[in-house]
């Protein structure tokens, strides 16, 4: 199987955005030193098993994720990790109708 490594960083430069994360501060969480993140999401430099799990652990996703960009169940710890993440970015009336919502989405038979 080959691995996209440019495809890799491309999807560990989102999730970073996503939650918010300056490459610094992934830097720092994750142990790394400067600039090797930046090396990894211009896929410049490839991380190793141990840099993958840490970024894994830091950016709140799977490996599978970041390798391949999939999910294995979407009921999973990181598909509701990202929905707590997103919600957490609404205020209090958008959080109301996010709910309303998915009560209405549950209560069809789709």
């Known amino acids: 199987m080959y691995v996209d490594y440019k495809a890799v960083g491309q999807r560990i430069a989102a999730r970073r955005r996503e939650l918010g994360l300056k490459q610094f501060t992934v830097n720092e969480m ?17 991380p190793s098993i141990d840099v993958l799990m840490k ?29 707590q993440n997103l919600l957490s970015h609404l205020n209090e009336k958008q959080i109301h109708l996010a709910v309303g919502f998915i009560e209405w989405i549950a209560t069809q038979d789709i």
């Open 30 to 46: 994750a142990g790394l030193s400067d600039k090797y993140l930046s090396n990894i999401e211009r896929a410049t430099s490839i």
């Open 55 to 83: 970024l894994c652990d830091v950016l709140q996703t799977t490996p599978d994720y970041l390798l391949l960009g999939t999910s294995a169940n979407p009921n999973s710890e990181v598909y509701l990790l990202h929905i």
